[in-house]
T-cell receptor
Framework: KQEVTQIPAALSVPEGENLVLNCSFT??????LQWFRQDPGKGLTSLLL?????REQTSGRLNASLDKSSGRSTLYIAASQPGDSATYLC???????????FGSGTRLLVRP | DAGVIQSPRHEVTEMGQEVTLRCKPI?????LFWYRQTMMRGLELLIY????????DSGMPEDRFSAKMPNASFSTLKIQPSEPRDSAVYFC???????????????????FGPGTRLTVL
């Protein structure tokens, strides 16, 4: 059974710092991995989608990497801003399923 | 496009009452997902529709929960009777699946609605 873990559960950093959020999964037979952002009281916003054949995806200050063989993905946020404060969730989709399996999220606070 | 629309945004009800949550997927999307989010269990898939047909309802907690998709632009999730442990945020998400010819790998990115925060007293 696939399990997705995100460490740390919470992170507080000063504005301007570069940071890395981690996501690990136990079964490497994934089809893709998605990073989401969730603001308090809001829905999920898709940030980046990495197919299993890809190593990384970039969007603005965000860069997500995928190492399927080791069961890990990282989300790198450059030059963090207070507006980046939110919960970040990763989710994997298995080769044989339409289901997204979510991690429990990392709650990020960027202090001005 | 307005994105996935859910209503109501907040619902407070008393135990035993019927609750109906509504979802309008993104126009042109043919896959619809209902999720539940709680602090204890995180995000869980409740049911998945493809082309208005329920494909997998194995995540529906019990018979008190039911979901329908009468057409491509509307879905409901009903809880009857509601219980305090049903309190959670319920999300609807939609995506486009090109068709069986594309295989299971053709499932695309899911777009989420803002959610309905349900409180059962």
């Amino acid at each position: 059974k696939q399990e997705v873990t995100q460490i740390p559960a919470a992170l507080s950093v000063p504005e301007g710092e570069n940071l890395v959020l981690n996501c690990s999964f136990t079964d490497s037979a994934i089809y893709n991995l998605q990073w989401f952002r969730q603001d308090p009281g809001k829905g999920l916003t898709s940030l980046l989608l990495i197919q299993s054949s890809q190593r990384e995806q970039t969007s603005g200050r965000l860069n997500a990497s995928l190492d399927k063989s080791s069961g890990r993905s990282t989300l790198y946020i450059a030059a963090s801003q207070p507006g980046d404060s939110a919960t970040y969730l990763c989710a994997v989709r298995m080769d044989s399923s339409y289901k997204l399996i979510f991690g429990s999220g990392t709650r990020l606070l960027v202090r001005p | 496009d307005a994105g996935v629309i859910q209503s109501p945004r907040h619902e407070v009800t008393e135990m035993g009452q019927e609750v109906t949550l509504r979802c309008k997927p993104i126009s042109g999307h043919n896959s619809l997902f209902w999720y539940r989010q709680t602090m204890m269990r995180g995000l869980e898939l409740l049911i998945y529709f493809n082309n208005n047909v329920p494909i997998d309802d194995s995540g529906m907690p019990e018979d008190r929960f039911s979901a329908k998709m009468p057409n491509a632009s509307f879905s409901t999730l009903k809880i009857q009777p509601s219980e305090p442990r049903d309190s959670a945020v319920y999300f609807c998400a939609s995506s486009y699946r090109p068709g069986l010819a594309g295989g299971l790998s053709s499932y695309n990115e899911q777009f989420f609605g803002p959610g309905t925060r349900l409180t059962v007293l």
